[in-house]
């Protein structure tokens, strides 16, 4: 990596193997420019994209990474610009004979004593942030949930100092849907897993609309909320009679709009307003304790990525992955279509041959759902990607990953599944989630998430009501452009200012501050939230 004065023409080589690298400065580089070593572009380069380091001919192998990201349609003479247009992307990885445990499991000393004030739950679970969250059915009840929360927020949550917030867990699903089609359960244990979260404190309510086909006991049957008191269910609830609710729906707390005892719009908010008051009071009640790192259930995502995004910011969440592991955390990386072309880096890290198939197994289900839409993996790199830089998917998935850090992978998860129904309780985890944004921040939440890392070079707003989400930027101009909206900048480590491993250290201590409630992130600042998106495979009718 060359780093230095920003205004010297400079270039980022991420290997020695590497044939191409890519420009640093803001701004890009213009035609003439020559390098210290004596390259010349023969193009003007825009930054963050490749430059031939020697003449490239037809067909040539374009390495990055040490990766083959593609191979020239033309020839190119050493300072081209090496962009999307020029490239022709590698087929797939087959799935067959992939490498299994081969990479031994690096050294990584324990990392004791370090802490966060969070929320112990009833089933062990720790919450960063102490939320009344209220499950939906159907999109039906969204604008009826929606104006109650407003009143919630209103008249009741300043009673409750305690509370972190109400938040509604809009969706779009519920009706309208296969619901008895095999791949439902994806969506359906997604909403499940959500309302089970730990930063909603084991507390359960619902409100339906009463005709939808995910009526409440199908999405909470009985048995998933064995932690959930006996005392609080509705059928102890005195109220339920008030409400006119139709009876015991499984032990759960349901606001059903249908029941005939709501006439008129504003019986159902005041139904929905006093059944949240009991829960207010018990979340209220709740104070934070020190609790180990290792009660950490940590996200990490990218979007809005650029080829900046594998050379900072990636690579230190990978080191401070590697932090939280040594600490005893939970770490989950996601998105199937950005670590596809590597899956053999990660096959290679699999703790066990049942965790490296069980990878597999997720990549083959992906291809086979692209297949149906006639569509493949490079679909999924956007104008702003190739903007940035990255000319086609193989070569965003070599940044991508990079967010894993360096421990073996000790678990898979398919869309929608929580990590304690599969006895998962720290370590490195892989997560299969699409690659979208909002889709797999929603998936991870399901999983268990009790706080989120987002990585961006071209900048997002992203956010999530539900968890803490930690914004960091791949580029300084960037942090720079949107200080008010990027927690940390990664960019200082192409600046030359800072190392991945300070930005990882920095990024792991910021963690402890906002999972302890000491800090708050740009996003919970602004109250900037994304709405829940989920994955449905299966028909809509």
Not at 36 to 63: C, E, F, I, N, Y
Not at 444 to 452: D, I, K, R, T, V
Request: hydrophobic share 40%; with cysteine; charged share 20%.
């Amino acid at each position: 990596m060359v780093v230095g004065n920003r205004s010297a023409p400079l270039r980022i080589r991420m290997h020695e193997h590497d044939n191409v690298a890519i420009v640093a400065n803001d701004g890009g580089l213009p035609a003439g420019t020559v390098f210290p070593d004596g390259l010349a572009l023969v193009d003007t380069v825009p930054q963050g994209h490749k430059v031939a380091l020697v003449d490239l001919p037809a067909s040539a192998p374009v390495r990055r990474y040490n990766v083959v990201i593609g191979r020239t349609t033309r020839n190119l003479p050493a300072g081209s610009w090496v962009h999307e247009r020029v490239l022709e992307m590698p087929e797939a990885r087959s799935l067959d004979g992939l490498p299994v445990c081969t990479v031994a499991a690096p050294v990584m000393a324990p990392l004791p004593g370090y802490t966060f004030e969070g929320y112990r739950n009833a089933d062990g679970s720790v919450g960063t942030r102490n939320i009344l969250a209220i499950t939906q059915t159907v999109q039906c009840v969204a604008g009826v949930v929606e104006f109650a929360v407003r009143r919630i927020k209103a008249d009741l949550l300043p009673r409750y100092p305690n509370v972190d917030d109400v938040v509604a867990l809009e969706h779009g699903y519920g009706c309208g849907v296969a619901i008895d089609a095999p791949d439902a359960v994806v969506p359906i244990r997604t909403l499940r897993n959500i309302t089970l979260n730990p930063n909603f404190g084991n507390e359960v309510m619902v409100v339906s609309l009463g005709c939808e086909k995910l009526q409440p006991e199908r999405l909470l049957p009985p048995g998933s909320l064995a932690v959930v008191d006996a005392r609080r269910t509705i059928a102890a609830d005195s109220r339920v009679a008030e409400a006119g609710n139709a009876g015991d729906r499984a032990g759960l707390d349901v606001v059903c709009l249908q029941d005939a005892g709501h006439v008129g719009f504003m019986s159902m908010i005041d139904t929905i307003v006093e059944r949240a008051r009991s829960h207010l009071e018990r979340l209220d009640a709740r104070r934070r304790e020190t609790v180990p790192a290792s009660a950490l259930v940590v996200g990490v995502q990218c979007g809005g990525s650029d080829t900046f995004s594998g050379v900072t910011a990636n690579p230190a969440v990978g080191f401070c992955a590697d932090l939280l592991v040594r600490a005893g955390a939970t770490v989950m990386f996601s998105e199937v279509t950005e670590v596809r072309d590597g899956i053999d880096q990660l096959t290679a890290r699999a703790a066990s041959p049942e965790i490296a198939e069980a990878m597999i197994r997720e990549m083959a289900w992906y291809d086979t759902y692209l297949d149906r839409g006639r569509v493949d993996r490079s679909a999924n790199t956007t104008p702003g990607n190739k903007q940035g830089g990255l000319s086609n998917i193989v070569e965003k998935a070599m940044g991508s990953i990079v967010k894993s850090g360096s421990a073996p992978i000790g678990g898979v998860l398919s869309p929608g599944e929580r990590l304690r129904d599969r006895g998962i309780e720290r370590g490195l985890v892989y997560a299969a989630t699409p690659a979208s944004d909002f889709i797999c921040g929603t998936l991870q939440l399901a999983a268990g998430m009790n706080l989120h890392v987002f990585t961006t070079g071209r900048g997002t707003p992203y956010g999530l009501a539900e968890v803490p989400v930690i914004k960091v930027a791949t580029r300084t101009e960037l942090a720079r452009r949107w200080h008010d909206l990027m927690d940390v900048n990664a960019g200082r480590i192409a600046d030359g200012e800072a190392t991945v491993e300070e930005v990882g250290w920095e990024m792991f201590r910021l963690m402890l501050e906002v999972a302890s409630g000491r800090r708050k992130t740009w996003a919970e600042h602004w109250k900037l939230h994304n709405a829940l998106v989920l994955f449905n495979p299966a028909p809509v009718t």
